[in-house]
């Protein structure tokens, strides 16, 4: 069974842990969010990709959800020391990845090669692209110290002013004249199931659905396309997935995450007490399914992963 | 009293050390070798400008002679799992250098500026310039496996090879058109001594004469120019100076250093035991000093910078 998830950070790299502890990872496509790269130092960052494949290679530090396992920070202390700005964390083993990608795309590399050539190399068999070889960037319009506009670059909103800011708008600088990297659509098109991990869906997934062709190709294949919802109850499961779907004018519940990926989604995993949202999910074509949503081991992710797995033959029996 | 120094690497950091323990450090200016800068993971390094910097600042590692106290070695062996070349070390906390250096370059500031920032951020008083601001790069051509030519870099020659092959010429690329750094004329004319550090004269002090109109200003200044002799007897203190400088058809003794620095070397500081060779020096025009010139603690670089600089006053009672 072919599977293709589309990952922003944290939550999807749970999901994606569970996947490969679940089916052969040669049968996974992962296309991850660039809409929060970043430039860092110099070094051209790449959040979600970077957790993603740490995810699959079984290195990521799991406590953080981002970075690697066992990593220290003495290149960055030495930053600090030369005056830097060190809001941004690197630690030394994650520094190879970004020093090996900006060496190679100032090589000429596209970025899609170049992630492939790092998941290869650190022992992931998945397959990881990033949504466009093309630079595309999430801008976050804040309320600044004056109560007036600031525009933020994502990282600067997420982790220099951890969310803290009031959220006007989300946009993807870049979006329209980015193409999908190549593999996606096909990734797409020839799944036999479509995974949109329990990421953010304005600023992880909402970045990839704004490259354009993305959003008509998970209309257009035959794949069922599941999702898993990031908001139990009316809360995120962590990060500020809230505030950005309300900036969005989405409701904060299941059926906010729903309305985020009509007209495509079939079907959405909620966590069992959020049954009250069933009645407006089948409104919007959308079948609710139950499973625990909040990942908080390698149990729990695998869980999860079996749960996402089976909606297929479940949705194959509800048509 | 203002003391401008031509310094390599290990040989020179030591004498550094030992000068600004001696006289107040906002009186000394380094004009640094950048003949052996190179690019590591897509970073300027500049090695010889780093050693004297961390010196200077106390934070070289003395028992290397290069890089950082304290230092770990992490991003590179992930470089090595992420299949790239870690031949060259680059430890954690010298990786802010590069990474700062690196981005000012892109920036588009010359490295005369950088290394300024560098030096003043690390709490250096004393002025470091490089000899250029434009790249000169020393290639050493040497013995193939196969018996044939092959041209090297500096640093594959020194580091990656392990100066074990039979050197044939050196040559120090782009250094007809280069210029001197902003600075460096002006601190070799207005200084009250030039002292020569017991570097390399071949790949060390030889780019840095070989950029056009310092030689010229070393014969011209009218401060005494006082070296010290990074050879004893008939072999070097440490390193490949030997070879290096029969390569380039010097004769591996105190003679040989003052035959590299002809005609503007007043005075050679050299091993109390080699007085064997003081009618050969004289005969040259050079006169002998005699010190113990093998530093082996901050006491004894202490002790050769003392009589470093009091060749100064003992030049002045010859004349």
Chains 1, 2 share one sequence.
């Not at 992630?115 to 190399?121: H, K």
């Not at 354009?212 to 998970?218: D, K, T, V």
């Not at 779907?245 to 909620?270: E, K, Q």
Request: proline share 6%; hydrophobic share 45%.
């Amino acid at each position: 069974m072919r599977i293709t998830a589309l990952a922003g950070g944290t939550g999807a790299a749970k999901l994606l842990r569970g996947l490969v502890a679940c089916l052969d990872p040669h049968d996974l496509t992962v296309i991850g969010n660039t809409g929060d790269d970043t430039e860092v130092w110099g070094l051209h960052v790449s959040p979600d990709l970077d957790t993603a494949t740490y995810a699959l290679a079984g290195r990521l530090d799991v406590g953080r959800g981002w970075g690697l396992a066992d990593e220290t920070f003495r290149c960055l202390e030495a930053m600090g020391r030369l005056g830097e700005e060190t809001w941004f964390n690197l630690g030394d083993r994650d520094l190879a990845t970004h020093l090996y990608r900006t060496r190679r795309l100032r090589d000429g590399r596209p970025l899609s090669a170049i992630t492939g050539e790092i998941a290869r190399r650190l022992g992931v068999t998945a397959r990881v692209l990033p949504m466009s070889d093309e630079p595309v960037r999430t801008r976050v319009r804040a309320a600044g110290a004056d109560g007036g506009d600031v525009w933020l670059t994502f990282q600067e909103y997420f982790v220099r002013e951890r969310a803290k800011v009031e959220v006007r708008e989300v946009a993807f600088d870049g979006a329209e004249s980015a193409g999908p990297a190549p593999g996606v659509l096909e990734a797409i098109h020839d799944a036999d199931l479509v995974v949109v991990c329990p990421s953010n869906p304005v600023t992880s997934v909402g970045p990839i659905l704004a490259v354009p062709g993305i959003a008509r190709a998970l209309d257009a294949t035959a794949a069922p396309v599941v999702g898993v919802s990031p908001i139990v109850g009316g809360a995120a499961v962590s990060g500020p997935a809230g505030d950005l779907m309300r900036a969005r004018g989405l409701p904060v519940s299941p059926v906010g995450v729903a309305r985020a990926y009509a007209p495509w989604l079939d079907a959405l995993v909620v966590e069992p007490g959020d049954r009250t949202f069933e009645p407006a999910l089948r409104a919007a074509r959308v079948t609710p399914l139950y499973a625990s949503i909040v990942m908080t081991d390698l149990q729990s992710e695998a869980a999860l992963a079996a749960a996402v797995l089976a909606a297929r033959a479940q949705l194959a029996r509800a048509c």
